[in-house]
């Protein structure tokens, strides 16, 4: 009887070890850092003329409060819809959200960017945000 036990024992201890060492190799295999994007050399992601265009005017009008990916002082811009971005973008009345300039006592948008900011240059913006 002891060396039953001795067996199933084994015999679990193995399936076990087995088992986890299945669902280790499976984790492994599916990185979430891996990337299927094609990177030139000097590591940035390749981009086409209008995208360039784009991250052009991102770096030089969004940039200070907005990133693509991730919240910053506004939200991401990488799954904004695209009519929204051009209303918003384009329309000289928009309305502010009031109780973000009273609790953060910051006044957002003070440049109207249909001012500043072209159709095209507003489709290039755009084409970049939503390439990332």
């Not at 002891?2 to 990185?31: A, C």
């Not at 981009?47 to 506004?74: E, I, P, W, Y």
């Not at 918003?88 to 928009?94: A, E, G, I």
């Amino acid at each position: 009887m002891k060396k039953l036990r001795i067996i199933l024992f084994s015999f679990t201890t193995i399936i076990l070890i087995l088992g986890v060492s299945l669902l280790l190799k499976k984790n492994n295999s599916e990185n979430p850092y891996s990337s299927t994007r094609s990177v030139s050399s000097c590591g940035n992601a390749d981009l086409t003329t209008n995208q360039k265009k784009g991250k052009k005017v991102f770096d030089s009008n969004c940039l200070a409060c907005h990133k693509l990916n991730s919240k910053s002082t506004g939200p991401a811009l990488h799954e904004v819809d695209s009519l929204v971005f051009i209303n918003w973008l384009t329309n000289k009345k928009h309305k502010i959200d009031s109780t973000k300039v009273e609790i953060l006592a910051i006044d957002y948008h003070k440049t109207v960017f249909s001012k500043t900011l072209t159709k095209k240059d507003v489709y290039d913006l755009i084409e970049y945000c939503h390439s990332e």
